[in-house]
């Protein structure tokens, strides 16, 4: 059984700052493409950030500069770093993971997401 399990989402002010996780579960987590999409209310969804099984990473033109993916093998777990927060950002934020790395949705397993509301 696959499980991605997101958590560090809540409700914060702009400017301010978030980390989210994804713990990883069921999978060879040491050879996957991990990443994360967000969707906010009426929108598609769309691509946040990605790292390969390398720790290559790659972000939407919209977070670059300000957010920063990670992962720490030994806790099967996938980070999120997410400074200067504006309200844009507000959305569902979903961890995903695959095979390949990809700025598309072709991720296999996903997680059931985490709120980030971004106030002001």
């Known amino acids: 059984q696959v499980q991605l399990v997101e958590s560090g989402g809540g409700l914060v002010q702009a400017g301010d700052s978030l980390r989210l996780s994804c713990a990883v579960s069921?999978?060879?987590?040491?050879?996957?493409?991990m990443a994360w999409f967000r969707q906010a209310p009426g929108k598609e969804r769309e691509f946040v950030a990605a790292?390969?099984?390398?720790?290559?990473?790659y972000y939407a033109d919209s977070v670059k500069g300000r957010f920063a993916i990670s992962r720490d093998n030994a806790k099967n777990t996938v980070y999120l770093q997410m400074n200067s927060l504006n309200p844009g950002d507000t959305a569902v934020h979903y961890c995903?993971?695959?095979?390949?790395?990809?700025?598309?949705?072709?991720?296999?397993?996903w997680g059931q997401g985490t709120q980030v509301t971004v106030s002001s």
């Open positions: 995903a993971a695959g095979s390949r790395t990809t700025m598309t949705s072709n991720y296999r397993d």
């Open positions: 790292i390969s099984r390398y720790a290559t990473t």
């Open positions: 069921g999978r060879t987590f040491s050879t996957d493409a």
